[in-house]
Nanobody
Framework: QVQLAESGGGSVQAGGSLRLSCTVSGRTINNIAMAWFRQAPGKEREFVAASRWNTFYADSVKGRSTISRDNAKNTVFLQMESLKPEDTAVYLC???????????????????WGQGTQVTVSS
């Protein structure tokens, strides 16, 4: 059984930083797409960043966020800087075996999801 466990969320003031972690159990993350999405109340799930052949970012976080992975620890990270109130959301980690490049931003292509970790940014 594949399980994803996020951690690292919290409440910060605008301009602050957070580092999210996602540890995967039940399968290796080597050679599969790993991604972060976020969902705010009343809004659709939104792509944030992904890592596979390269790294990919949403325009809204590009330059402020860095996705990285430690395959040996089966863990993916999302370092977020210069946080804004509009970054407030539940952040979810996802794993996508078999994803192709053109669909890496599509949440429907990801087979495994974590429960999410809340990020709240106050102004």
């Amino acid at each position: 059984q594949v399980q994803l466990a996020e951690s690292g969320g919290g409440s910060v003031q605008a301009g602050g930083s957070l580092r999210l972690s996602c540890t995967v159990s039940g399968r290796t993350i080597n050679n599969i797409a790993m991604a972060w999405f976020r969902q705010a109340p009343g809004k659709e799930r939104e792509f944030v960043a992904a890592s596979r052949w390269n790294t990919f970012y949403a325009d809204s976080v590009k330059g402020r966020s860095t996705i990285s992975r430690d395959n040996a620890k089966n863990t993916v990270f999302l370092q977020m800087e210069s946080l804004k109130p509009e970054d407030t959301a539940v952040y979810l980690c996802a794993a996508g075996p078999g994803i192709i490049l053109s669909t890496i931003r599509d949440p429907r292509q990801y087979a495994y999801w974590g429960q999410g970790t809340q990020v709240t940014v106050s102004s």
